[in-house]
């Protein structure tokens, strides 16, 4: 059971590239969110889904879009990157989704995170 | 505006000892408050989790206290293991447009000295 698989792991960019973090999750999980972490602010909501062709900002989400088109997938791209985008970034799955049913305490299910550098 | 706030970056801890981590939140509407473990270059994991109606949860080493009037709560680890070495967590979850959203705090990075 995979889970929730992020890739890639690490990438460097320069300011202005765009890229693709791909995010997929094998647990029919309508709820998919997109975190940041950064030292000393935790773990930031960027964007979020709870269901395919639903998404949502989150606290952060300037700079970065996202789409759902299937359950299982939930990129996140940044359309123009800028050295304040460099972090390590957390896809996370749950079971709650608008359909209220499953956990209601929220619990998310992370991936590995991808360090993403923008010089 | 931080909702959730650990105010201790880190805590040292001796094996065999308690561990007492700490937590204080801002809004009365959270419906549950878990505690996540992060080790390096891994995802965090879901270690425990209370409801706004209980003041205490217990699983094996691990008890998570609610103090509601205080809007505070704390993760006590006994004994304390080399393993439980880790930044931990705190979030609170609240219904928010049909989904169930967690907020975190700023981790609080627990070192177990042998």
């Known amino acids: 059971n995979a889970g929730v698989t992020q890739t890639p792991k690490f990438q460097v960019l320069k300011t202005g590239q765009s890229m693709t973090l791909q995010c997929a999750q094998d647990?029919?999980?309508?709820?998919m969110s997109w975190y940041r972490q950064d030292p000393g602010m935790g773990l930031r909501l960027i964007h979020y889904s709870v269901g395919a062709g639903i998404t949502d900002q989150g606290e952060v989400p300037n700079g970065y879009n996202v789409s759902r088109s299937t359950t299982e997938d939930f990129p996140l791209r940044l359309l123009s990157a800028a050295p304040s985008q460099t972090s390590v970034y957390f896809c996370?799955?749950?079971?709650?989704?608008?359909?209220?049913?499953?956990?209601?305490?929220?619990?998310?299910?992370f991936g590995e995170g991808s360090r993403l550098t923008v010089l | 505006d931080q909702q959730v706030k650990q105010n201790s970056p880190s805590l040292s801890v001796q094996e065999g000892r308690i561990s007492i981590l700490n937590c204080d939140y801002t809004?009365?509407?959270?419906?549950?408050f878990l505690w996540y473990k992060k080790y390096p270059a891994e995802g965090p994991t879901f270690l425990i989790s209370?409801?706004?109606?209980?003041d205490k949860n217990e699983d094996g080493r691990f008890t998570v206290f609610l103090n509601k009037s205080a809007k505070h709560l704390s993760l006590h680890i006994v004994p304390s293991q080399p393993g439980d070495s880790a930044v931990y967590f705190c979030?609170?979850?609240?219904?928010?447009?049909?989904?169930?959203?967690?907020?975190f705090g700023q981790g609080t990075r627990l070192t177990i000295n042998p």
């Open positions: 647990m029919n999980h309508e709820y």
């Open positions: 809004n009365s509407m959270f419906d549950y």
């Open positions: 979030a609170a979850s609240a219904k928010r447009q049909g989904a169930q959203k967690l907020v």
């Open positions: 996370a799955s749950s079971y709650f989704g608008l359909a209220g049913t499953g956990d209601p305490t929220g619990e998310l299910f």
């Open positions: 209370i409801s706004s109606i209980k």
